[in-house]
């Protein structure tokens, strides 16, 4: 089966950081490219960050640019968000996905989603 | 960045009608469009990409149109288990980044 599992989310206060990932089975993990995509609480979807199969190519929407860092380990079919200085508008549900094969930019795999709460 | 604006907000539809979804984006776009459904507590599902081809799974009842600005999704007969939130997507700005609609919630009638 086909799957992603996000891990690594929680409480955080402001300023602080937290590192996500996500495990991916049933597929090849290094034949995609991989995104994270967040929802705020009652709100729409929004695209954070992706990265190329290899690792060698990465992206970010400006909001997060200097603050977050996305790598993979695929070795360990892992995908990973490190997000630092985080503020209380990062809350959200953040979701991996994957990137459609033929159509990279359509995610035809999502993960569950991890909540990341930033709050004093 | 892309613009998409999705209309309307909300659509009451009842149970066996079709439903028509409009998704407009703020410049061209080229068929690099998908559509998502979401349920509450759910994670998002790919209905629709490349503005008109269906995902794997996806019931014949989904169809997507449209190129350029202007997009539909039409769902031809509605099941209860359609009732949900639908975003479309933008995948065309190369880098990124990608940018979706603020939803529509499709609701029972």
């Known amino acids: 089966e086909v799957q992603l599992v996000e891990s690594g989310g929680g409480l955080v206060q402001p300023g602080g950081s937290l590192r996500l990932s996500c495990a991916a089975s049933g597929f090849t993990f290094s034949s995609y490219w991989m995104s994270w995509v967040r929802q705020a609480p009652g709100k729409g979807l929004e695209w954070v960050a992706n990265?190329?199969?290899?690792?060698?190519?990465?992206y970010y929407v400006d909001s997060v640019k200097g603050r977050f860092t996305i790598s993979r380990d695929n070795a360990k079919n892992s995908l990973y968000l490190q997000m630092n200085s985080l503020r209380a508008e990062d809350t959200a549900v953040y979701y991996c996905?994957?990137?459609?094969?033929?159509?990279?930019?359509?995610?035809?795999?999502w993960g569950q989603g991890t909540m990341v709460t930033v709050s004093s | 960045e892309i613009v998409m604006t999705q209309s309307p907000a909300t659509l009451s539809v009842s149970p066996g009608e079709r439903a028509t979804l409009s998704c407009r984006a703020s410049?061209?776009?080229?068929?690099?469009l998908a559509w998502y459904q979401q349920k509450p507590g759910q994670a998002p599902r790919l209905l629709i990409y490349?503005?008109?081809t269906r995902a794997t799974g996806i019931p014949a009842r989904f169809s997507g149109s449209g190129s350029g600005t202007e997009f539909t999704l039409t769902i031809s007969s509605l099941q209860s288990e359609d009732f949900a939130v639908y975003y479309c997507?933008?995948?065309?700005?190369?880098?990124?980044?990608?940018?979706f609609g603020q939803g529509t919630k499709l609701e029972i009638k």
């Open positions: 410049q061209s776009v080229s068929s690099n």
């Open positions: 990265i190329k199969q290899d690792g060698s190519e990465k």
């Open positions: 997507q933008q995948y065309n700005n190369w880098p990124p980044p990608y940018t």
């Open positions: 996905a994957r990137e459609e094969r033929s159509a990279p930019g359509a995610f035809d795999i």
């Open positions: 490349g503005a008109s």
